[in-house]
C-alpha cells in the first residue's frame, strides 16, 4: 500500500510559476513511476508528466516546453515545476504513483488556479 500526499496549489496570474511537491509512503520500494495528472471542470483526468525509474520522462504536448518534472528517490517524492502557465491550465492536479505490480495509487488532488 503506497499513501500519496500533494502540496503547492494556489492561485497565480498568466505567466506566472507554480511548484508542486508530492510525497510517498508505505511501500515504497515497489515504486514503478511517479507523476502528475490533472482534471478540468467537465473533462476527463489528462497526464501531465511522469518520470520512471531513471531520468525517463513522459509530457503531454500542451505543457512541453513549460513544465518540469523531477524525482527525489531518496525522499520518495515527485515534484512539478511549473512556469509560463496559461488560465487553460486550471485544474485539480493529483499525484500518481504506479507501483511493480502496476496499481495505482492517487493523492487527494491540489487546486491551480491561472488568472487571465
Known amino acids: 500500500q503506497v499513501h500519496v500526499v500533494e502540496s503547492g496549489g494556489g492561485l497565480v496570474q498568466a505567466g506566472g510559476s507554480l511548484r508542486l511537491s508530492c510525497a510517498a509512503s508505505g511501500s515504497t520500494l515497489s515504486i514503478r513511476t511517479m507523476g502528475w495528472f490533472r482534471q478540468a471542470p467537465g473533462k476527463q483526468r489528462e497526464l501531465v508528466a511522469l518520470i520512471g525509474t531513471s531520468t525517463d520522462t513522459n509530457y503531454a504536448d500542451s505543457v512541453k516546453g513549460r513544465f518540469t518534472v523531477s524525482r527525489d528517490y531518496a525522499k520518495n517524492a515527485v515534484y512539478l515545476q511549473m512556469n509560463s502557465l496559461k488560465p487553460e491550465d486550471t485544474a485539480v492536479y493529483y499525484c500518481?504513483?504506479?507501483?511493480?505490480?502496476?496499481?495505482?495509487?492517487w493523492g487527494q488532488g491540489t487546486q491551480v488556479t491561472v488568472s487571465s
Open positions: 500518481n504513483v504506479l507501483s511493480a505490480d502496476l496499481h495505482n495509487y
